[in-house]
């Protein structure tokens, strides 16, 4: 839902204007209507919304909304705002719309900054306190909605997306040499970091304080999963149909609650546990629920046939679109675009075309992640139970020598880069080093062949819990969870107006979950071990069952079929030397070689593509 942008500026060069053009670069965010305000401060001062209606449609709903000395702009929902409306009218508030923006001003006037531990949602929320004289920035809990801010010479920017700042006069395009290492070794650049200098991302549950009289910032957290996991004493002593008579019902009420709009609904449909559970829950609330996948047949692992299997179970309305090369070329054209800083998950290919099927019938999506950061659902958690007896038997050289000799294989796809990966842990394993190998693409030290820029502290923060496998959920829920999986899905989504909400990602059920105990989410033979109980209470467990897909892509295959001539281009002596980003003969290297048919750098490939077709796009 939306887009927000605003301007806090001493300099002398904002303007309503400026302002304008900053607010209508996210009208894919939020087509169905445009607004601002602004005020003479100590400068200027300009908050801007691009609407897209989900709740209350009608034009009382558009912001940004005033209540007294607030104003405010937001992206996003507050799923629980009919409670809080109750509350609030219990203690004498009058309301006008049906908004739940509405709400939201009223919580703030309330309950001042208490008011955001009182929001089940999804947010990115702007809020000018013309009392005290401030600008308040608030991210959701988990990062699900984006919040960007720039900050350099007597001028501070917000807005949902990056493209906005380059229509004002005083931001400044100057590659953040950190952000640049973090791209390469993740595909993404992780929060706090954006990819130009002085230019940030909000923090997933924390909220900024900027003085609008003499520009001081101060930074606050209010939620964080490393805090509560830290705080949290799992309960052992419990079997797994105690648990699941305890989790199930979070489940299905943080699904409901999603289902709050005044617009048609439907899933993303992939075929594994979390959607398919999600669905299941969902058709008991939404008749007809219109579910959508998309079909890959190159792929290998096509997730098209299983979710029509499930989808014809429940009964869904369902859509299947056929992800075809030209399709996909089409959209790969386009992501520089769609992600404005270097992003280089393929899935965001698949996930732009089913949000593209799914925008024509319905305005809000469920897309069912953070299934597998909460119930244990990556493979890498299962080979954990496995690695260490292996590599700590094996002196440090020998892992040295497996990497070196993977270059001499012709060795492909997934099973190279795993191999690759456990190379590195030799002689040299803990929980840490396991987390940076499974997450990274390469180590640092490899990284400073290929760049110019210093890689030493490009490393994402490591959160420690009471034990290895919830560790390693806590990483990837502070990391790969906000600045892949829902960065992709937020673009993919609202860059063609289309609302997508993550029925999953609850704090109160992330909470209950902490005191879960690992043998009831994975093992080193099975994952997600709760949520499948729970799954096959709705869905025979014949039709789940199956190894994990998702939206998988033949990228590697397409790379070389169609963007050869581009990677050539692009990793050319001349270009790289203009560049001054990369080391010419190292890089150059590199393509060839996977070119030539070698799978080992496959990873790098498709991030040095995705790093340069941006860097075209935008510098």
């Given at each position: 839902m939306c887009g927000i942008t605003g301007i806090v500026d001493r300099s002398g060069a904002s303007n309503d204007a400026i302002l304008q053009k900053m607010r209508d670069a996210l009208v894919h965010r939020g087509p169905d209507s445009g607004d601002q305000i602004s005020w003479k401060n100590n400068g200027y001062v300009g908050l801007a919304h691009r609407r897209l209606a989900i709740i209350d449609t009608t034009v009382s709903g558009n912001q940004p909304m005033h209540f007294k000395h607030l104003s405010v702009a937001f992206n996003g929902e507050v799923y629980n705002y009919r409670e809080l409306k109750n509350e609030l009218q219990t203690l004498g508030h009058v309301f006008e719309t049906n908004s739940d923006t509405e709400v939201l001003l009223h919580a703030f006037y309330e309950w001042n900054l208490e008011a955001v531990h009182r929001f089940k949602g999804m947010f990115s929320i702007a809020l000018i306190n013309r009392q005290s004289q401030e600008l308040l920035l608030f991210r959701d809990r988990f990062g699900v909605k984006p919040l960007y801010y720039y900050t350099h010479d007597n001028t501070f920017l917000f807005a949902s997306e990056l493209k906005a700042f380059h229509l004002h006069p005083n931001f400044i395009k100057r590659l953040n040499p950190t952000a640049i290492s973090q791209f390469f070794l993740y595909g993404n650049v992780p929060a706090p970091n954006a990819i130009f200098e002085n230019t940030f991302k909000l923090l997933p549950g924390s909220f900024l304080q900027l003085n609008l009289s003499d520009g001081t910032i101060s930074h606050h957290s209010y939620w964080n999963p490393a805090t509560i996991s830290n705080a949290t004493n799992p309960v052992l002593k419990v079997d797994l149909e105690e648990t699941k008579q305890k989790i199930k019902p979070l489940i299905e009420d943080s699904v409901y609650q999603r289902t709050v709009a005044d617009v048609p609904i439907g899933l993303f449909l992939s075929g594994g546990y979390d959607s398919a559970t999600t669905a299941a829950i969902l058709t008991q609330k939404v008749p007809q629920l219109k579910t959508f996948t998309v079909s890959v047949p190159d792929a290998g692992l096509n997730e098209g046939p299983k979710a029509r299997e499930i989808a014809e179970f429940l009964g869904t309305h369902h859509t299947e679109i056929t992800c075809s090369i030209d399709e996909a070329l089409q959209v790969i054209q386009e992501l520089p675009s769609i992600y404005d800083e270097p992003f280089a998950d393929s899935s965001a290919i698949p996930t732009c075309l089913v949000a593209r099927e799914a925008v024509k019938t319905v305005k809000v999506a469920l897309s069912a992640d953070g299934g597998d950061e909460f119930f244990g659902g990556y493979n890498r958690y299962r080979y954990y139970y496995k690695v260490p007896g292996f590599v700590n038997c094996l002196p440090r050289f020998m892992g040295e020598a497996v990497s070196q000799s993977l270059n001499l294989l012709k060795l492909e796809g997934l099973r190279a880069q795993r191999i690759a990966k456990f190379s590195r842990l030799v002689g040299n394993f803990s929980t840490e080093s396991y987390m940076m190998a499974m997450?990274?693409?390469?180590?640092?030290?490899?990284?400073?062949?290929?760049?110019?820029?210093?890689?030493?502290?490009?490393?994402?923060?490591?959160?420690?819990?009471?034990?290895?496998?919830?560790?390693?959920?806590?990483?990837?829920?502070?990391?790969?969870?906000?600045?892949?999986?829902?960065?992709?899905?937020?673009?993919?989504?609202?860059?063609?107006?289309?609302?997508?909400?993550?029925?999953?990602?609850?704090?109160?059920?992330?909470?209950?979950?902490?005191?879960?105990?690992?043998?009831?989410?994975?093992?080193?033979?099975?994952?997600?071990i709760l949520l499948k109980d729970i799954a096959h209470d709705y869905i025979p467990e014949s039709l789940l069952a199956g190894p994990k897909k998702g939206f998988a892509i033949p990228i590697n295959q397409w790379m070389r079929d169609f963007l050869k001539e581009e990677l050539q281009h692009f990793s050319s002596e001349n270009y790289l030397l203009n560049q001054q980003i990369f080391h010419p003969v190292e890089v150059h290297k590199e393509i060839q070689k996977f070119l030539n048919g070698s799978d080992t750098n496959a990873l790098f490939t498709w991030y040095f593509y995705s790093f340069q077709t941006w860097y075209e796009r935008w510098m």
């Open positions: 997450t990274q693409s390469m180590s640092e030290e490899r990284l400073l062949d290929l760049l110019y820029v210093n890689a030493s502290t490009t490393s994402s923060p490591f959160y420690k819990a009471h034990s290895p496998i919830t560790t390693l959920m806590l990483n990837d829920t502070m990391n790969y969870l906000p600045n892949d999986i829902l960065h992709k899905v937020d673009r993919a989504t609202m860059s063609v107006g289309l609302e997508a909400r993550e029925p999953l990602l609850d704090h109160e059920l992330y909470e209950a979950l902490l005191q879960v105990p690992d043998r009831l989410k994975c093992t080193k033979s099975q994952t997600k």
